[in-house]
């Protein structure tokens, strides 16, 4: 895990836009979907019980709807694209987070995601720099699932431009 | 457990689901369980690093706990669309608590459609996330 200084400037990480930042294939696995249910303290039977998850209509343990953005954390480099882009990540916000739902995916079906760099800008005069990122999961029909998009914000309080 | 569809109108408000105060244990297993191993959100040192004075909680988590408000109120394959915009950090001990309220009712796609307005505060009345879902009612 890096904690790197900040270095880029916008107009030099614009020129990462349109950027992949991976295509790799994974599954939900049943007990990482227990132990995520626990830890938020979801108590519905149909996230840790198969029997409750099959008689509400899902062939397996229904993966939770924000859960899809952390499998797209497995990728094999994880946050190397912040660190190539110079990207401190000390100094990184989450700002928004979206999802549009296609249907339910479910625990042990493998999942491809494809994800890229969407837009690179700033705002406040270069203290706050924005980065947006695309992912598309597809099933293995390759039919789409969900389609996330991210916009992260790296705090830049002494301007490293 | 979920609502009466013909029942929710413009204005339906969710039930609140206010959720214990945030733990560092909690930080650390959500790290584990999300796979969202920014050290920012477990690590004093490292949030000291950069100037903070402690670790504060994935923004995700939140996301994650606003998620249970929306699959408790509505099966999780009604919802066609969630996305968040988080406007504050959680810090260690917070206690969020999520709402949601019925902004619209419409068709799109031929499905009848409800738009939720969605937020998690914390005591001190923090807004930590604004956002919004869709979620299919017929």
């Not at chain 1, 149909?46 to 953005?69: E, K, N, S, W």
């Not at chain 1, 924005?130 to 598309?136: A, C, D, N």
């Not at chain 2, 504060?56 to 706990?65: E, N, T």
Request: glycine share 10%.
């Amino acid at each position: 895990m890096t904690t790197s200084t900040s270095t880029g400037t916008t107009m030099q990480r614009q020129r990462f836009i349109g950027m992949s930042t991976g295509t790799f294939e994974t599954v939900a696995e049943r007990g990482r979907l227990r132990f995520f249910a626990e830890v938020i303290g979801d108590a519905d039977p149909i996230r840790t019980d198969l029997a409750a998850a099959r008689a509400a209509g899902y062939d397996d343990l229904p993966v939770p709807p924000t859960f899809l953005m952390g499998l797209d954390a497995e990728r094999p480099d994880g946050f190397g694209y912040l660190t190539e882009m110079g990207v401190d990540l000390r100094h990184v916000l989450h700002g928004t987070q979206a999802f549009d739902y296609h249907r339910v995916a479910v625990a042990n079906e493998p999942l491809t995601y494809r994800s890229r760099i969407d837009d690179v800008f700033e705002k406040s005069g270069g203290a706050l720099q924005f980065i947006v990122r695309t992912v598309e999961v597809r099933d293995a029909a390759d039919a789409p699932v969900a389609d996330l998009r991210s916009t992260i914000i790296e705090r830049r309080p002494r301007s490293a431009a | 457990m979920t609502v009466a569809w013909q029942d929710v109108t413009e204005g339906t408000e969710l039930p609140e689901l206010a959720l214990p105060p945030i733990t560092r244990a909690t930080l650390a297993l959500f790290a584990g369980a999300s796979g969202d191993h920014n050290p920012i959100h477990i690590d004093r040192d490292v949030a000291e690093s950069a100037g903070l004075a402690d670790v504060f909680a994935h923004g995700m988590l939140s996301m994650a706990y606003l998620g249970r408000l929306l699959t408790g109120w509505a099966p999780q394959d009604r919802l066609r669309s969630y996305e968040v915009r988080f406007g504050a950090i959680t810090p260690v001990h917070g206690r969020p608590v999520c709402t949601g309220t019925v902004t619209r009712i419409g068709e799109i796609g031929g499905e009848r459609i409800a738009d939720l307005d969605l937020r998690v505060t914390l005591e001190d009345g923090t807004v930590t996330l604004t956002g919004g879902a869709r979620v299919a009612l017929t």
